[in-house]
């Protein structure tokens, strides 16, 4: 309890100064959102009382905890440009991008630990030492390019999918499932590969440690001793690199969306960037922030859980 309360304790401080630099972040770039939101007709006048309406002209560490305090209780303003409330209008994004995670995600799982399994079992095998030729191509690889890449071949001249035709998941759920397959694809790729050399490299290390030849002097199988003992430890400092690599999934999930046209918060955020609209930009980047550090936090529980000896 006392490693899990310093945990708690650590990741809500985190969440408080990444908050702040959030807010700090959207008041000392270049642009004036009021003076944006008035266009050609923004006079001295209009601009002030603009200001008042939107509560821009008080101090800032008012506006600094009047809008962390609101937003951790669901209230996360109103949009600049739109008029509406930035809850209502993540509200059909989020779904998107966290699905669009999930799946990656998933594949990652899926494709590196047999793989990296079979890669460290084979290891002086020629199709192994292929697997890591290919795997050092790939881990080399931006998500987003691989993405192009897959638009071109298997949109543009296969045609197994329509680029920007997307799918909404209120509209049919196998659509917009099978859509997200491709971009999936691309955002999983390159961490497998990584997951696949961290996860051979591991089961390799461990491989040459006492107690694997202690467990093979008892009479275990090659196999045995694999599962049973060797893939338990190797599989610590991966499931850290995959806790790691699903947080970077969220923000890399951004980037892939405006190469296949997904409408989830990549193309939000932008949009309101370009456009000073920054109640729904801050509120979008902190939303990513508290789920990247909360999935920090959940790996090192689960670090604790696999070996209960570490204590910090």
């Known amino acids: 309890m006392k490693y899990i309360g310093k945990k708690l304790a650590t990741m809500l401080i985190t969440v408080l100064i990444v908050t702040m630099l959030v807010f700090l972040a959207f008041r000392v770039i270049p642009g004036d959102p009021v003076s944006n939101m008035l266009g050609t007709s923004a006079t001295e006048e209009k601009v002030a009382n603009l200001r008042e309406q939107l509560g821009l ?109 997307f799918v909404n998941y209120k509209t049919s759920v196998v659509g917009f499932l099978g859509y997200l397959i491709f971009p999936a694809i691309s955002i999983a790729l390159p961490k497998a590969a990584m997951t696949v050399k961290l996860l051979k490299s591991s089961v390799l290390k461990e491989g040459k440690l006492d107690y694997v030849r202690t467990a093979y002097s008892r009479g275990n199988s090659t196999d045995q001793v694999l599962y049973k003992h060797v893939f338990k430890n190797a599989l610590i400092p991966v499931i850290t690199f995959l806790g790691v690599t699903l947080a970077d999934m969220v923000a890399g999930s951004i980037i892939v969306e405006q190469v296949f046209s997904i409408p989830g918060l990549g193309r939000l955020l932008i949009t309101s960037i370009s456009t000073r609209d920054y109640p729904v930009a801050q509120a979008i980047i902190a939303i990513i922030a508290c789920i990247v550090i909360f999935i920090n936090f959940m790996v090192d529980i689960l670090y604790k859980v696999i070996d209960p000896r570490i204590s910090k």
Request: include cysteine; glycine fraction near 6%; aromatic fraction near 16%.
């Open 57 to 165: 002209n008080r101090p800032l560490p008012v506006r600094y905890i009047e809008w962390v305090r609101d937003f951790f209780f669901g209230d996360m303003g109103k949009s600049y440009t739109y008029g509406m409330s930035v809850k209502s209008m993540l509200a059909s994004k989020i779904p998107i991008t966290i699905t669009l995670t999930v799946m990656s995600f998933i594949l990652v799982v899926l494709i590196s630990i047999p793989l990296g399994i079979y890669c460290a079992k084979h290891e002086d095998k020629w199709y192994s030492k292929a697997i890591d030729v290919i795997n050092q191509i790939t881990m080399s690889v931006p998500s987003f390019f691989v993405g192009m890449i897959i638009t071109y071949i298997f949109g543009l001249v296969l045609r197994w999918f329509r680029p920007g035709a």
